[in-house]
């Protein structure tokens, strides 16, 4: 098992720009999330998924977009980069009932 | 609503110190409660979970913790510090009417002091 991988693991982006950040896992788990780390904040929820066909908003959703076509991959999609959305990104999944999340290796991204 | 607050941004123990990091956590539905733990440019791993059963639940690298339901509190302790337990931690609660989302504390980074 691979458990969760994203990628790329480092981007820069400009002002504007749009990009897709990729999240797989091979545990046939039904929840899927994407969080944003910065410092002193800890983790905030932007999007998540019960199942395939199902997302919903997090936390902090504006700017973001996600789908989830199938029970493997939940990409998350920056439409208009800002530089307010420099942060790093971690995606996790949860298997129902095991209450507890497996993290992939995060996403560093930098907006200029 | 579910929250995590953590006490202290920062620790710092010598080695060979008590370690504790302090979480308390607001739910009104008995909550699952998760400290994870983040090395430098690294993903979160899990060290401990309390799911309603122990109190008292042990982790990995010598961690333990205490769920202490009249004080709404889940500290993280180990009882001798080690160099190689620098990191951030992560307090977070899950509860069952909210699906399998996960409200997480702000983090603590732990230093130890040679």
């Known amino acids: 098992n691979a458990g969760v991988t994203q990628t790329p693991k480092f981007q820069v982006l400009k002002t504007g720009q749009s990009m897709t950040l990729q999240c797989a896992q091979d545990?046939?788990?039904?929840?899927m999330s994407w969080y944003r780390q910065d410092p002193g904040m800890g983790l905030r929820l932007i999007h998540y998924?019960?199942?395939?066909?199902?997302?919903d908003q997090g936390e902090v959703p504006n700017g973001y977009n996600v789908s989830r076509s199938t029970t493997e991959d939940f990409p998350l999609r920056l439409l208009s980069a800002a530089p307010s959305q420099t942060s790093v990104y971690f995606c996790?999944?949860?298997?129902?009932?095991?209450?507890?999340?497996?993290f992939g290796p995060g996403t560093r991204l930098t907006v200029t | 609503a579910q929250s995590v607050t953590q006490l202290g941004s920062h620790v710092s123990v010598s080695e060979g110190a008590l370690v504790l990091l302090r979480c308390n956590y607001s739910?009104?539905?008995?909550?699952?409660l998760f400290w994870y733990v983040q090395y430098p440019n690294q993903g979160l791993q899990l060290l401990l979970k309390?799911?309603?059963?122990?109190?008292l639940v042990k982790g990995i690298n010598g961690f333990e913790a205490e769920f202490k339901k009249s004080e709404t509190s889940f500290h993280l302790t180990k009882p001798s510090a080690h160099m190689s337990d620098a990191a951030e931690y992560f307090c977070?609660?899950?509860?069952?009417?909210?699906?399998?989302?996960?409200?997480f504390g702000t983090g603590t980074s732990l230093t130890v002091i040679p």
């Open positions: 998924s019960v199942g395939a066909g199902i997302t």
């Open positions: 545990m046939n788990h039904e929840y």
């Open positions: 996790a999944s949860t298997g129902q009932g095991l209450r507890e999340q497996y």
């Open positions: 739910s009104s539905v008995p909550p699952y």
């Open positions: 309390y799911t309603s059963a122990a109190t």
């Open positions: 977070a609660v899950s509860v069952t009417n909210t699906g399998n989302q996960f409200y």
